[in-house]
């Protein structure tokens, strides 16, 4: 799962009484969370409450690179919310982009749909 960030060795066991699995270590502590944790802050906000199980949750099921990219992408439209990010990872997901590359592909199919409308106009 290239790409992927494996939480495993920084999970606890499930707590009973909460049902959430307890951690020994916050996610800040985690090298590979940290230009995730970066790009969130500069592009959203600081994490606070529920961000980082949002961003656990991200990282835990979406290429690094692709979650950075989407975060960005909220930035450039000035949407500073995670539910924003959100609605872009969930269009990506139903278009079947899992990677950068995928973005790109599509990104180069729809320029040229585009130039071929325009040409035949």
């Known amino acids: ?12 066991d499930v707590n009973p009484v909460t049902g959430k699995t ?10 590979e969370f940290s230009r995730v ?5 500069a592009c959203i906000r600081v994490p606070v409450g529920t961000d980082h199980d949002t961003i656990e949750d991200w ?5 690094e690179d692709l979650l950075i990219h989407a975060l960005r992408e909220a930035r ?17 997901r139903k278009m079947g982009i899992q990677s950068m590359q995928d973005l790109e592909l599509h990104q180069q199919r729809w320029a040229f ?4 409308r325009h040409a035949g106009a």
């Open 76 to 92: 450039r439209a000035g949407a500073r919310s995670p539910k924003y990010v959100d609605a872009i990872i969930g269009r990506w």
């Open 113 to 116: 749909m585009r130039e071929r």
């Open 22 to 31: 307890d951690r020994s270590v916050s996610i800040e502590a985690i090298p």
């Open 1 to 12: 799962m290239d790409g992927y960030i494996d939480l495993n060795p920084f999970m606890g």
């Open 37 to 41: 944790i970066g790009e969130y802050t």
């Open 59 to 63: 990282c835990m099921h979406m290429d």
